[in-house]
């Protein structure tokens, strides 16, 4: 068995960008940025008022006030999205809208709730503004030529919006991983076939294919493949074909019909490690084939899906250039029930977590088990426990992060 850290370590050693497609702004999001963006246009590209109100010049509202208001000669309204054919002189206001180009003359904005109509066309002043208040000065948020967005950066809606109110109709973004899906065993029935003795569901492959759909990876289900070793190979080799990583669950123990290991090597994958001191999760393997990435997990569906957070989902990331490590268990909370298991291995808890009085509380579910689903349905969080440590007891501190 190998540490962890050192199986993530070789993970993403090998987890190498893909190459870039094109894809339309409005379909960005979630992607990841292929290449620095630089900015073509001023953002705002012209000074504009931040609110509805009055353009003026702050020189003749010195003194003005509610006290002692002062009354300014109206000459006309500027709408957003026209451009002022007049200017702000001596003594006069302009209507503006938000958003409405600044006219000449002015160096200021009187919002409307400091003012009061007036007679014969004219505007009374409530407030003395300073220069620059409420406008938008062109370029105060992004200067032409600027670096817009960095390599690798993650397109969110905000950098969507923001490469829409650049004028771009379509932005370059890693492609993203093709994962194919593969669950073994004899005992497996696919959900809506009758249930023979001594079968079981495939509760594997629906739980990987929806992880992946989830975070919108394109996913082929390859179904569930009978526990033979010509079988295994010849379906790893179709799918190594089109998939940038291969998952395949169930068959890389030891037991006398777990083929998948050999299966594996056979289709031309070399092993870069098999077993990590990890539980639930130890018979991982991981290796390559060329550029192709390829994880044969536990056949129980508790250790897939903790194998999947742990380990694909990093691997998976760094595929795309996304900031990928380990998810990281992030918070501290105080074990509320003993849990008198040694382990000479990282072990995953599943737990309920609740918060009181500012501070995590974490309560255990008992028993825990790789192959009890309803368990880590009851739970809310996943804790950890090092190689090595001690029986948990009430009182104890255990990082944790939540379960998503």
Known sequence: MIDPAEALRLIMEHARRLPPETVWVEDAAGR??????TATE???PFDNSAMDGYAVRSADLASASEASPVELAERDIIRAGDFPSVSVGPGEAIRIMTGAPVPSGADSVVMVERTRPAAGGRVTILHAPRAGDHIRRAGEDVRRGASLLADGALLRPYEVALLAA???VEVAVTRRPRVAVLATGD???AAGAPLAPGKIRNSNGPALVSALRRRGFEVRDGGIVRDDREAIRGKI???LGWADVLLVSGGVSVGDF?????ALEEAGVREVFWKV???PGKPLFFGVSGDRLVFGLPGNPVSVLVCFDEFVRPALEGLESKSAGHTGFHLAGTVVNDYPKETDRRRYL?????REDGEFLVRIVRPQGSGMIGMACRANALAVHPAGGRPLRKGDVVEFRWLK
């Not at 599943?350 to 609740?354: Q, R, S, Y």
């Open 32 to 37: 990841v940025l292929a290449g620095e963006v």
């Open 42 to 44: 001023d953002l705002p």
């Open 166 to 168: 650049q004028g771009r």
């Open 187 to 189: 005992e497996l029935a």
């Open 237 to 239: 080799r179709d799918h």
């Open 258 to 262: 777990d083929f998948c290991k050999a």
């Open 277 to 279: 001191a990890i539980k």
């Open 350 to 354: 599943f737990c309920e977590v609740t």
